[in-house]
């Protein structure tokens, strides 16, 4: 909730201090590639920055990139943001190194206003600084010293009077985040840290909401879908694109999906125009929302096997009250005994959440939980598979026209998460392809890229990292096959060996034999006892054993019934009698004792018979 709430002040501090009139969006990108961010930037995320500032930045606006250590050189020119700038701006990733010697912070900041005294009207303009925030433009401490006063005295106030607002961006937790923030703070612009790419694309959506005027909002040219939420309380809603098209309630297009409520308008636009969106009302309460997705994770809190499940926009939960009003969220778990709904209930918190009941039995790694989120306008539907805990796990799933990606975690005590590196090689046609090296997701998780180069390949994975006492892992795995496209996610656990872990496997259900209900009709007499029919109770769940009661029936069992009988019975003795020769050899394995013990079981409480055989 805090970081919600922490989230919507940034937002509404970034509209209030822009100049309402001002239609188009003015991003200056200053990049420290100075020696110190070797330690500043250990994972180069400053070439995620630029490529996100490239994907997300709306047409129409204006853009510039520079790069600083001992001084400050333009590596893409400002410019406006068309294909031709994005293409500067990705064979621009390759100048981000960190062997500049120095880091004069002023001569960045300089040249990047270089048009301090000559704003224009139709343009706010802003400056985010990537850098770790230290100043070193000579050898003796005072002169770094005498610069760090010059900035924040001299240069902060002048960029604030002209209306030039910077954004600074940390990349690890070394950086002087108090001078960061200083310079932040002198221009009413915020300081963020951000160490996986995830959250540096957070970082870039809540600045690029932040510039667009009121009473519009800018869409990137990323962006594949937006759903925007409006209050009604000034009258009907209507939005302009930047054509100049109006879409509102009446709007009939395959496109643009529109629902009208008492108090609120929702609209979803599919592949919408990259540029600044107007509405109306101006002054209408709105939130965009372009990341739409489903985040799952166990509930460790509730006292029955639970998952908790959140609407998220970006990955982070979405707080919004009325939610449950626009998003209706089903759930289903699939086993290897078919599929069954479960129950979802909402939960009491902020910001909204919901709780999936699994049926009182823990997931597994065969187990498959799919929810669904149905709005009003949009709908997303995701996988989840529960993950056992390895040395490595590999979770490989689809990520569109046929490709897949594999996303390695790590799970070793004393792990030194700066360290850890993912690579990954695939055979297909008989060939032998290298992979992409992978990406980093979160300080124990690496992606790496499958592409479908055939219907049919074997991946490799080689995991490196060290341990914080230093000593060294290469693990390379065992050969992982992969059909693609994916018809669901394979998850795979792995040993520091590289070897593939065998999980245990759901046990079959024991299900309760039918039986008829006592009834005052007569059983004939004649060559037979009179009989009596006890009612088994139900069954709590598909792990509660079921006590079965005894039936007494004179009639003689029917061929099939005695065929089946026999097999069955076959099959147990040769099961048992399999199972004491590899005992006696030494060989049973841990998987195997388990899944034979719970056969013996379910043998056990169905008085001989196994579960799902007919009792006559």
């Known amino acids: 909730m805090m970081q919600t709430a922490v989230r919507w002040m940034l937002v509404s501090a970034l509209l209030l201090s822009f100049d309402a009139t001002a239609a188009g969006i003015d991003v200056r990108l200053v990049i420290d590639v100075s020696g110190s961010m070797k330690s500043g930037d250990p994972e180069y995320l400053r070439q995620d920055v630029l490529n996100g ?55 960045a900041l300089t040249k990047a206003a270089w048009d301090l005294g000559d704003a224009s009207p139709d343009y ?34 002048r960029l604030r009077a002209a209306g030039i607002r910077v954004d600074c961006l940390a990349l690890s937790a070394k950086a002087d985040m108090q001078f960061l923030k200083q310079i932040a703070d002198a221009t009413h612009g915020q300081v963020t840290r951000a160490d996986t790419v995830a959250a540096v694309k957070e970082y870039l959506a809540t600045v690029l909401a932040g510039l667009a005027p009121a009473g519009s909002f800018a869409v990137a040219a990323s962006a594949t879908e937006v759903t925007v939420l409006a209050d009604r309380t000034h009258g009907a809603f209507v939005l302009t694109a930047p054509s100049g098209a109006r879409i509102d309630a009446s709007t009939m297009t395959e496109d643009v999906a529109w629902f009208d409520a008492d108090t609120y308008s929702i609209a ?59 998003v209706a969220i089903t759930a289903e778990l699939k086993t290897l005994y078919g599929t069954l709904p479960l129950e979802v209930r909402p939960l009491d918190t902020t910001p909204p959440a919901y709780a999936v009941d699994l049926g009182g039995t823990p997931l597994t790694a065969a187990d498959q939980v799919t929810v669904h989120a149905i709005g009003k306008t949009f709908e997303r539907t995701r996988a989840y598979t529960e993950r056992i805990a390895h040395p490595i796990d590999v979770d490989i799933r689809d990520v569109g026209d046929g490709n897949a990606g594999a996303l390695v975690s790590v799970n070793v005590p ?68 992969v059909v693609l496209p994916l018809a669901e996610p394979l998850t795979v656990g792995l040993d520091l060996n590289g070897h593939v872990v065998v999980d245990p496997v759901r046990p079959p259900p024991v299900v309760a034999p039918e039986v008829e209900p006592e009834t005052n009709s007569q059983i004939p007499e004649e ?19 079921a006590a079965t009661a005894a039936v007494e029936d004179s009639r ?21 009698a399999w ?38």
């Open 414 to 481: 004393e792990l030194d998460a700066a360290s850890l590196r993912v690579l990954g090689s695939t055979r297909a046609g008989g060939g032998r392809v290298k992979l992409v090296v992978g990406t980093k997701q979160s300080a124990v998780a690496w992606l790496v890229a499958i592409p479908h180069l055939d219907g049919s390949v074997d991946v490799r994975l080689k995991t490196l990292f060290n341990l914080l006492n230093g000593k060294k892992f290469e693990v390379e795995s065992d050969p992982i096959h």
């Open 53 to 107: 500032l490239g994907e997300m930045l709306p047409a129409g606006s204006r853009a510039g990139v520079w790069a600083f250590g001992r001084m400050a050189d333009v590596v893409v020119p400002h410019g406006p943001v068309d294909d031709a700038w994005r293409r500067s701006a990705r064979a621009a990733r390759s100048t981000i190194g960190t062997k500049a010697p120095r880091t004069d912070l002023t001569d």
């Open 579 to 616: 199972w004491g020769m590899r005992s006696r050899a030494g060989t049973t394995t841990n998987a195997l004792d388990a899944t034979l013990a719970r056969y013996r079981e379910a043998l056990a409480s169905s008085n001989g018979k196994p579960a799902g055989a007919a009792t006559t």
């Open 556 to 576: 003689q069992p029917a061929m099939w019934e005695w065929i089946t009988m026999a097999v069955v019975a076959l099959a147990s003795m040769g099961l048992l």
């Open 268 to 326: 979803t636009i599919r592949g919408p125009a990259a540029g600044t969106w107007r509405f109306t009302p101006p002054d209408a309460r709105v939130q965009v929302w372009s990341g739409l997705g489903i985040a799952i994770r166990p509930d460790d809190t509730a006292e029955v096997p639970t998952v908790r499940v959140e609407v998220t926009e970006a990955g982070a939960p979405i707080d919004e009250p009325r939610l449950a009003d626009i």
């Open 124 to 157: 706010s303009r802003h400056i985010v600084l990537v850098s770790d925030g230290r100043v070193d433009v000579a050898d003796d401490a005072s002169s770094n010293d005498a610069q760090r006063r010059a900035i924040v005295d001299k240069l902060l106030p």
């Open 527 to 545: 060559g037979a006892a009179a009989a009596t029919v006890q009612s088994a109770p139900a069954a709590a769940s598909a792990h509660v054993e």
